[in-house]
């Protein structure tokens, strides 16, 4: 049997009927572009989230663009950021000409560590971006505090955790602004691109919302400089279908999850691999379940997928080592070791909610046949 790492259409094509509807509805209202459908999307967001308002914007990359652009940050400043997450959320900090600095992660949750980041900062720094990695909270509290006291803002990075909570508050609530992805292996998973950005406060909502349509305000008039960073009506349109099931989605996350933390940890040889930490009262949404198997990661990985059980490999290369960062000062690129180490070990299995019973057995026999070898 072949267990695949993400399997999009076993989440889609049960919807088929009820998306087919709703792209007719939106074909026949005309209406392409904001309208209707994508202020329902956002105020069912916002709702979803707790946040006081949500914008909708292109794409995660471009939340967090339009994040940085509404804090007017820019050539001069700079950005504390983790060295182990996706690409984007130190591309976008580097884009708006402000320096990204790259700070160590935790081993045990992947997340920032805070006192590698106090340890980086500048009289330059004005913000700094804890990413909600895999599907848990940055431990939130100390972070926030750490912001207040040197007058940073903070961007949440939410792309991989809609949903997910810290102490009962919504990620992408307790910083100035969340910073959302639709991409389709996200938790709430669209067809195609798309992206979010949340923020409590009413002003700048507004001003997000000039930012994604060129600074326009009232039309043809532009006091800022904006960009296109809308999301399409349609995509809107669809993704408020699987956004009425995503607490569902979750549930089945979190259940695979806990179904291997306590299957993988009583397999014969079972210290050969390290499952992910869950902090309590932490709600996690698992959009990874990230292994890790020092000493022993690509072995693992061929053996994987020799035997049909997809795996990825989130992320090989921290960020400060990325060439194209190559260039930046040398405070911003300064070791990682945690975020070298996890390049080195870390390996993600299938985790998503529509894996059978019968998937997940075989995950953890294949996995069962290495450890115990
Ligand atoms: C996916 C992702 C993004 C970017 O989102 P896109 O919608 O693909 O542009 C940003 N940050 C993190 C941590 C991500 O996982």
Redesign the pocket.
Known sequence: MSVPLLDVNAQNLPLEEELTAVFTRVLRSGRFILGEEVEAFEAECAAFVGAGHAVSM???????LAAFMALGIGAGDEVLCPAF?????AG?IARTGAVPVFCDVLPDTFNLDLESAAARLTSRTKAIVP???FGQSVDMEPLLAFAKQHGLAVVE????SIGATYQGAGCGTMGAFG?????P??NLGGFG???LVTVMDGDLAEQLRRIRNHGMHPKYYHATVGANFRMDALQCALLRVKLRRLAGYAAGRAANAAFYRENLTALPGAERIVVPRENEGFGHVW?QFTLRVPGGRDSLKDHLTKAGVGCEI?YPVPLHRQECFAGLPAHAIQACPVAEQLSREVLSIPVYPELSAAQRDEVVEVIGRWTEA
């Open positions: 292109s794409s995660g990359t471009d939340a967090l997450t996706f690409f984007a959320t976008c990413v909600h990695l990075d939410v792309a991989q910073c959302f992805s639709f991409f292996s996200k691109d798309g992206g959009n989130y």
